[in-house]
């Protein structure tokens, strides 16, 4: 299933993550990083999801220690690509942009100072997006991909993902970069989708979501805190905002997975654990009826409906972090 968490869990994770990206001028002057150990500054990033988006924190890591070393193993691991610019005064310096950004920055893909760009030019073969100059390592489903620029206002990002997009920009539900619409604003899902902890009314116009146990305004899943309505509340037909429930491997999920159930998804582990059964479809990417499954650790070998661990691709039919050192 595509990444459903792209607003904001790839967002945050790109800077030490699957496809981080840095400029050499976000350092600026600062410390004397000669013995700093840059990626142990993956608990500022895993302190920033808690902060602005603990549900997704829990869906994808478990809680901020498995974060923690989830991202440190990624990190690690591009770090050490042939022209990565993730640099030890540039993660310095994205983990100061991320004390001062805003978790709105955070989920509209505006956090410049965590944009990474290496040494590698647009079409050179690279293993992860800090390679490249451009900030964007485009895999499709291979272990080699190749620098490509970020899209512009109204290019196409197929992945699905915000590390498509030049910042300030995110990938719509349309597949396209686009601009995100604030609280009030006019929005529509596909050209100006709403941020999460907001979403877009039947009046075209970004509302805040509430809290669980309130009247819900509309429909739709704030993946920053887990909680859902599944439609407006009316006299007729009263709905109240709800918290997702969890499952473990082997039990129900989904949106609708009936028996009585909530909407539950896969945790700890990841959202995208939650495999679609035959009498079940995607809203949202997400399916309505799923079994959980196992997530596959790095090595493991997988298929495109694998869920390999976070910060891993299934790559060559194999769960692996995106690294330059398998392109050289």
Known sequence: MRNITCLALVALAAACGSSATSSPDAAGPGPDTKQVQPCDRAVALCAKLEACAPFLLAAAYGDVTGCTDRLLKVCTAQSQSDGSGMTPANILACEAALATA?????????????????????????????????????????LCGVCTAKGAAGAACPSGSNDECQTG????????????????????????????????????????????????????????????????STAASPQLAAKFGTAGKG?????????????????????????????????????TKGLCAALRDDGYTCTASSACMAGAQCIAGTCQIPSGRYCM
């Open 169 to 232: 920009l995110v990938c719509s539900s349309g597949n396209v970069c686009v601009a995100p619409a604030a609280v009030g604003a006019a929005c529509d899902d596909t050209t100006a989708p709403c941020l999460i902890g907001s979403f877009c009314t039947s009046a075209k116009t970004c509302a805040l979501t509430v809290p669980v146990g309130q009247e819900c305004p509309g429909f739709y899943i704030n993946l920053g805190d887990g909680t859902l309505c599944l439609g407006k």
């Open 102 to 142: 805003t978790c709105n920055d955070v989920f509209a893909n505006n956090v410049s100072g965590c944009v990474f760009h290496g040494t590698y030019a647009d079409g050179a073969t690279c293993g992860d997006s800090s390679q490249c100059a451009s900030g964007f390592c485009s895999h499709g489903g291979i």
């Open 251 to 287: 039990e129900i999920c989904g949106l609708a997975p009936g028996n009585g159930l909530p909407a539950t998804l896969c945790a700890p582990g990841s959202v995208a654990a939650c495999t679609q059964t035959a009498d079940g479809i995607l809203l949202f990417n997400i399916p």
